[in-house]
């Protein structure tokens, strides 16, 4: 059964600094994995999709990447503004699952402080 | 609409009541999931439409869960005899295209279903 991993599952950081987040996953026949930003009180909002054959995704201040043979994806934040402060969460898609059937992780808590 | 809206926000039930929670997807959008997300925890699958077909609700937890949607739009979330570990945040997201690999999901702000 697949199972996705995040840690840490809370971090604070000061404002300006780069941070790394991180998400494993125990089943490497993934069909994509994406990062998703839930708000408090709000639903999620996709950031970035990597497919199973692509190494890395790049939006603005984020780079998520992707080893697929080691069940690892991080996320790097560039230069942290206090609007960062959410739950981070990462969830794959397997191959054979319906397109609809993400598993999430259980999310990072980020705050990130003025 | 601009976004996916579901409705109610926040349900008190108690427990043995039956509840229905909706979701309105983005207009035209073919594909729609529901998720349950308890307390501290990711989003947990639990059921897919494409259009009107229910192509897979493998995530249902139990026979008290059903899901419809009637003419491939709004669909409904219906959760008979609750039980307190229903207790969850129901999130609802819809998507345009299941054939684009790079297809995005929009997600619902969710109701937060609490049953005393």
């Not at chain 1, 000061?14 to 408090?40: H, K, M």
């Not at chain 1, 080691?70 to 794959?92: F, M």
């Not at chain 2, 039980?83 to 819809?94: F, P």
Request: proline residues 4%; hydrophobic residues 30%; contains cysteine.
């Amino acid at each position: 059964k697949q199972e996705v991993t995040q840690i840490p599952a809370a971090l604070s950081v000061p404002e300006g600094e780069n941070l790394v987040l991180n998400c494993s996953f125990t089943d490497s026949a993934i069909y994509n994995l994406q990062w998703f930003r839930q708000d408090p009180g709000k639903g999620l909002t996709s950031l970035l999709l990597i497919q199973s054959s692509q190494r890395e995704q790049t939006s603005g201040r984020l780079n998520a990447s992707l080893d697929k043979s080691s069940g690892r994806s991080t996320l790097y934040i560039a230069a942290s503004q206090p609007g960062d402060s959410a739950t981070y969460l990462c969830a794959v898609r397997l191959y054979g699952g319906s397109q609809g059937n993400l598993i999430f992780g259980k999310g990072t808590k980020l705050s990130v402080k003025p | 609409g601009a976004g996916v809206s579901q409705s109610p926000r926040y349900k008190v039930a108690k427990r043995g009541q039956d509840v229905a929670l909706r979701c309105d997807p983005i207009s035209g959008h073919v594909s729609l999931f529901w998720y349950q997300q308890a307390l501290g925890q990711g989003p947990e699958f639990l059921t897919y439409f494409q259009n009107e077909a229910q192509l897979d609700k493998s995530g249902l937890p139990s026979d008290r869960f059903f899901a419809e949607r009637p003419e491939g739009s709004v669909s409904t979330l219906k959760i008979q005899r609750t039980q307190q570990e229903d207790s969850a945040v129901y999130l609802c997201a819809s998507s345009s295209n299941f054939r684009d690999r790079t297809y995005g999901y929009t997600f619902g702000s969710g109701t937060r279903l609490t049953v005393v």
